[in-house]
């Protein structure tokens, strides 16, 4: 009967002495206001506030490393930057909802602050995009460094790549800086996506009456013997065309570096113009018949 009233004697004095010591230690803080409009922050919330934000930390740092555990150290650290944008954003939550535990009025917050998100995301829309296509190009590997790329007509070579720009050397030596949501919402040409081979070609139009077989020959061999040109795949010539004022070639070769290409295209103009010259082939200037009508314009005397 004693063990059964000391145990009721324990039981009482861990509730009332040491857990309410507890309890009055964790809700001792700065009240204001009464009622439901009143505000509580107590002990107990900040400490509720610390292990939530200790808590999503873990959370955040452990679902950044199973996302970029098979990318490069330079890929990585660029995706981690986005962490913290994502890591900012999950501490405000974890802030209103420990505002919302104290008695705070979040709803009145949120709406005062509605037309200024609204007002920020409109005005940063290209921004989340350009990050958001960033996120994709290094995940997927869509694009690398030495890719040569074409964007609205300029060829350019890519040396970085940053999560919201891309930034590529022109063939002047001009930088050109290319936002990454147009990777995405616009045609863009890689010209080195597969492989670096790439095709290209030379035309030339010449006189009517031309020896097409002599043609040929002239513009296989200067390909041939242009620096820079692959053996294999071999290059070959095409007839493309009757046109108005020429028969129309094509010489069609491979290179490796499509970033120098125009420097071997006009070497090769300049080979097959001292070849065609050697051997009488003409490249005329366009034609135009131009036929002339006159009328007789009959007088009338208004005299009579």
């Given amino acids: 009967m004693m063990i059964q009233e000391d145990g009721i004697e324990l039981k009482e004095i861990i509730q009332k002495d040491i857990w309410g010591s507890i309890k009055e230690f964790l809700n001792w803080g700065l009240h204001f206001g009464e009622g439901d409009n009143s505000i509580h922050i107590t002990i107990g919330h900040l400490l509720l506030l610390a292990t939530a934000m200790i808590i999503t930390g873990l959370v955040l740092k452990w679902f950044r490393l199973l ?18 944008f994502i890591k900012y954003l999950a501490y405000v939550v974890v802030i209103l909802l420990t505002m919302s535990a104290a008695g705070i009025n979040v709803t009145v917050i949120l709406t005062a602050s509605a037309a200024l998100f609204v007002g920020l995301g409109l005005a940063l829309q290209e921004l989340f995009q350009d990050i958001i296509a960033g996120i994709f190009i290094i995940v997927d590997k869509t694009l690398h460094v030495g890719d ?45 996506q597969n492989h670096k081979t790439t095709r290209e070609r030379v035309a030339v139009g010449v006189a009517y009456g031309s020896n097409v077989d002599l043609v040929t020959k002239l513009m296989l061999k200067a390909a041939e013997e242009q620096k820079g040109v692959l053996k294999n795949p071999k290059p070959f010539v095409l007839f493309e065309d009757f046109g108005d004022s020429a028969l ?26 001292t070849k065609f010259r050697a051997n009488n082939v003409t490249i005329p200037f366009p034609q135009r018949d131009v036929h002339l009508f006159q009328h007789n314009v009959q007088k009338v005397d208004k005299t009579k």
Avoid: C, W
């Fill in 248 to 273: 129309l070639f094509s010489v069609n070769f491979y290179i490796n570096d499509s970033f120098s290409d125009p420097k071997i295209k006009s070497a090769m103009r300049y080979s097959i113009d």
């Fill in 148 to 192: 040569i790329v074409e964007v609205d007509g300029k060829v350019g070579k890519v040396f970085e790549i940053k999560l919201r720009t891309t930034r590529a050397i022109t063939r002047d030596d001009k930088v050109i800086i290319i936002p990454n949501h147009k990777f995405i919402s616009d045609i863009v040409y890689n010209y080195t």
């Fill in 67 to 84: 996302l970029t555990r098979k990318l490069e150290q330079d890929d990585k650290m660029k995706f981690i930057s986005i962490f913290k």
